[in-house]
């Protein structure tokens, strides 16, 4: 039955109100010029170009033997070569740089390239990887989150993941193992045994370098063209002089104050950042990662193109960080080789100068996502806010080895006391017997 009392007829749209109509195109037409200079950058600013670093050699999982054709493949220890464990085939990998001219235009980069393994991580991408068996047809499947390869349980081939999936797992390049894993050891045990002394009880008793793990760490490797403005004050020194008498003496100099400026216009190659967010995390309160910066730099012009062969026997962690992310990162890292690249040119302000200002124009951009070898050995000291985890790190190429190793506080202060009662009784020594 019809309704005797329609509703009313609604009221035309007004502002603010749901119905209201969007303008149609081009009727409100937004100059970036107005806008401001955050959000005009990012509208004017060209579209990310991209690099197919695919490897396209590597159709399926199975990665074979140019010579007999088997999947039992590894990296042969201290070198880039690849190394068939059937026939003893030996073969390397080539260089990423040379494949796909990333060492060339640097100073042209405009925009930002990204490369194929840097692309975004999709957010819905399983860690899960599954392949069909070419040997046998079984399924083996494969977790991205620590392991790039995977034998198969029924017929022994070995597969890796070689396409680009769109979880961050595969990375452009690879930069393979140089340092042995016995040479690791050696170097963590020496580290810490020079610092055996004020370590924690705990730390010695339950130290077996024998568990140190090797780990290609996931970064970004980024070119930049970029230039940078920077002003402040500088001081030169004109004059110093003392005022007081004995043991009440205060000194005062006098110094002529600049206005300093600088423009620089510099380029970056191969400039490493950490694209984990759980590395890139450098809360002291909670880890030690700050060290893995120390064990910098890697001879990254080597990397070869990826293959996930290399990676067999290693742990691997996953690329959790896009682009984007990564930018700040970049610009702070900019920001002080350009400050840097000016000092040499303020050294006639000997008080220093205290730079006020700064401005950074990053002209262009170029990354590429990379595996670098680290050898870990890490020790959980139990406390507050969930303890704090200590890490010794040894560069995979270079064998530069840095860490954090838990002290006993107390024999750091009495060494602290020891040392200053020390101290304090040689001066009262001399003092004596120069009266």
């Not at 201290?78 to 990423?96: F, H, K, M, P, Q």
């Not at 060339?104 to 819905?124: C, H, M, P, W, Y």
């Not at 970064?219 to 110093?240: F, K, L, P």
């Not at 380029?267 to 120390?294: C, K, M, Y």
């Given at each position: ?101 990333l060492g060339e235009g ?268 680290v050898w870990l050995y ?24 840095m860490g954090s190793v ?30």
């Amino acid at each position: 039955m019809a309704n005797a009392n329609p509703p009313p007829p609604a009221p035309p749209s007004g502002p603010g109100s749901p119905r209201d109509v969007p303008p149609a195109p081009g009727s409100f037409p937004i100059d970036p010029a107005t806008l401001p200079p955050p959000i005009r950058d990012e509208l004017t600013a060209p579209d990310p170009t991209a690099i197919d670093t695919a490897s396209k050699e590597l159709k399926d999982g199975a990665n074979r033997c140019p010579k007999c054709g088997s999947t039992d493949i590894r990296q042969k220890p201290g070198t880039d070569l690849l190394i068939c464990l059937y026939c003893r085939n030996e073969w390397s990998g080539a260089r990423v740089e040379d494949e796909f001219g990333l060492g060339e235009g640097i100073d042209k980069l405009q925009g930002t390239v990204i490369a194929s393994g840097a692309r975004d991580i999709q957010a819905d991408a399983a860690a899960l990887v599954s392949f069909k068996c070419p040997g046998c047809g079984a399924e083996v499947t494969v977790n991205t989150q620590n392991a790039m390869t995977a034998r198969c349980h029924w017929c022994r081939h070995v597969l890796g993941v070689n396409e680009q999936v769109p979880n961050g797992a595969v990375p452009d390049a690879v930069l393979s193992f140089h340092i042995k894993k016995d040479d690791a050891v050696v170097r963590i045990r020496q580290f810490v045994g020079k610092r055996q002394l004020f370590a924690l009880k705990e730390f010695k008793e339950q130290f077996t370098p024998e568990n140190v793990v090797g780990v290609y760490l996931p970064y970004m490797i980024v070119d930049s063209n970029a230039s940078a403005d920077v002003a402040g004050q500088g001081e030169i020194e004109t004059r110093r002089y003392e005022r007081g008498s004995d043991n009440n003496k205060t000194t005062y100099y006098d110094a002529d104050v600049y206005r300093v400026s600088r423009h620089v216009d510099f380029t970056v190659d191969d400039l490493p950042l950490e694209s984990s967010s759980e590395r890139g995390n450098l809360d002291t309160r909670v880890n030690t990662n700050n060290i893995i910066n120390a064990i910098l730099p890697f001879d990254t012009k080597n990397a070869v193109k990826w293959n996930a062969s290399y990676l067999a026997g290693f742990n691997s962690e996953k690329r959790d960080q896009n682009v984007e992310a990564l930018r700040p990162r970049l610009e702070d890292e900019l920001l002080s080789l350009a400050r840097a690249e000016v000092e040499a040119s303020a050294k006639r302000y000997d008080r220093g100068v205290r730079w006020e200002q700064e401005h950074l124009d990053v002209h262009g951009t170029r990354w590429v996502s990379m595996y670098l070898p680290v050898w870990l050995y890490s020790y959980h000291q139990p406390g507050s806010h969930g303890g704090l985890l200590h890490y010794i790190a040894v560069n995979g190429r270079t064998g530069k080895t840095m860490g954090s190793v838990p002290v006993q506080h107390w024999k750091l202060l009495l060494a602290a006391l020891t040392a200053g009662t020390f101290l304090e009784g040689i001066a009262l020594w001399i003092a004596g017997h120069s009266s």
